[in-house]
């Protein structure tokens, strides 16, 4: 069974960091892409970076770009995703989520991030 | 990137069918047949329940279909039942290699 289990979330003040995790289990994790997509409270789905089976190619929302980098460490089985200078508007549920380039299927249940002073 | 344009809510009697629409350009929805959909209960992760236009994954209700015409994809589901009751995005790849999600359309089982 494919798990997918985010952490990292919590109360960060404007212009913080943090690192949120998730941990894959029940397949392959170096042979999936792997993406991150957001939710805002209430609201819909954003996509927000992504990274190819074995870590040399990302890509960011335009958003994030030059604030939010996704890595991996395929030997760890875990997805990463540091997050500078955040703002209000980071304020969302993550989601960790596997896929390939032009899809993604199974979602992890997700950490809160709030951005606030 | 914009996001995708679907309705905001969409309602049916159970046994009824409806059409949850998704539309784009010519620079996702119909540049590609990469057009995924997804359900999401309440406090759930979303579930993938059409890739590719128009591919259920196993496990998934025959009851739902997804089809593309132009810059506009749609997600049929027949027969409604009243756990059909959930917000309901589309996604597309992108000219730009990135992912984009529709609004969300929330389906109410009258």
């Known amino acids: 069974e494919v798990q997918l289990v985010e952490s990292g979330g919590g109360l960060v003040q404007p212009g913080g960091s943090l690192r949120l995790s998730c941990a894959a289990s029940g397949f392959t994790f170096s042979s999936h892409w792997m993406h991150w997509v957001r939710q805002t409270p209430g609201k819909g789905l954003v996509w927000v970076s992504r990274i190819n089976s074995d870590g040399s190619g990302t890509s960011h929302a335009d958003s994030v770009k030059g604030r939010f980098t996704i890595s991996r460490d395929n030997a760890k089985n875990t997805l990463y995703l540091q997050m500078n200078s955040l703002r209000a508007e980071d304020t969302a549920v993550y989601y960790c989520?596997?896929?390939?380039?032009?899809?993604?299927?199974?979602w992890g249940q997700g950490t809160l991030v709030t951005v606030s002073s | 990137q914009s996001a995708l344009t679907q309705p905001a809510s969409v309602s049916g009697s159970p046994g009824q069918s409806i059409t949850i629409s998704c539309t784009g350009t010519?620079?996702?929805?119909?540049?590609?047949?990469?057009v995924s959909w997804y359900q999401q209960h309440p406090g759930k992760a979303p579930k993938l329940i059409i890739s590719e236009v128009s591919n259920r994954p196993s496990g998934v209700s025959n009851r739902f279909s997804g089809s593309k015409s132009g810059n506009t994809a749609s997600l049929t589901i027949s027969g409604l039942q009243a756990e059909d009751e959930a917000d309901y995005y589309c996604s597309s790849f992108t000219t730009s290699s990135t992912l984009v999600f529709g609004g969300g359309t929330k389906l109410t089982v009258l």
């Open positions: 010519s620079s996702d929805v119909g540049g590609y047949n990469y």
């Open positions: 989520v596997r896929g390939g380039k032009t899809v993604v299927d199974y």
